[in-house]
C-alpha cells in the first residue's frame, strides 16, 4: 500500500519515534507536533528519500540533530522546534536544495550560524530563537532571493537586509 501523509500531531504519544518508519519509503510527510515523543531522531529516517515535510515540533525529542538530514533531497519544510535538541546546525543541512521553511526555535542548540545556509536558494524562512547561538548571521543570508523572515530573538547580532 501507498503511504503519502503521516500526520499524527496533537496524539498523546509518548516514547521514541519508531525506527521502522524508516522503512515506508514512500512516506512524503511525517507531522509529528504536540505529543510527547522522547529520545533521539532515528537514523533510519534517513532512508525516506520522498520526504517533503518533517515536523517534530512541541515535543520532548533530545540529542542533536542528525547530518542525515542533508541527504533527504526532496526536504522543503524542517521544523523541530520546542524540543530538547542540543548542538549546532550541521552544515549538510545546507545540500537540501528545496528547503524553503526551517524552525530550531525552542531547543538547546547553540554554536555559529553555519554561513552555508545561504546555498538554500528556496529558503523563505529561518527561525532560531530561543537557543544558545553565538556570532552573527550570515551576511550571505541577506542575498537569498526569497528569505523574508529571519526569527533570532535578539540571541545574535543581525547585520543584513532582507529583500
Request: with cysteine.
Amino acid at each position: 500500500s501507498l503511504l503519502i501523509l503521516q500526520n499524527l500531531s496533537y496524539n498523546n504519544f509518548v516514547g521514541a519515534i519508531p525506527e521502522e518508519i524508516g522503512n515506508i519509503s514512500s512516506l512524503t510527510e511525517i507531522i509529528f507536533g504536540y505529543n510527547n515523543l522522547t529520545g533521539t531522531i532515528p537514523l533510519e529516517l534517513s532512508q525516506l528519500q520522498k520526504l517533503e515535510v518533517f515536523e517534530l515540533f512541541h515535543n520532548n525529542l533530545s540529542g542533536t540533530l542528525p547530518s542525515f538530514l542533508g541527504n533527504l533531497t526532496s526536504l522543503c519544510r524542517l521544523d523541530i522546534s520546542s524540543n530538547d535538541i542540543v548542538g549546532t546546525i550541521p552544515e549538510e543541512v545546507s545540500l537540501i536544495s528545496s528547503l524553503y521553511a526551517m524552525n530550531f526555535g525552542t531547543n538547546r542548540m547553540a554554536g555559529k550560524i553555519p554561513h552555508e545556509l545561504s546555498q538554500l536558494k528556496m529558503l523563505e524562512s529561518l527561525e532560531l530563537f530561543d537557543n544558545n547561538f553565538v556570532g552573527t548571521l550570515p551576511s550571505s543570508l541577506g542575498q537569498l532571493p526569497r528569505l523574508t523572515k529571519i526569527v533570532s530573538k535578539a540571541v545574535l547580532h543581525v547585520n543584513i537586509k532582507l529583500r
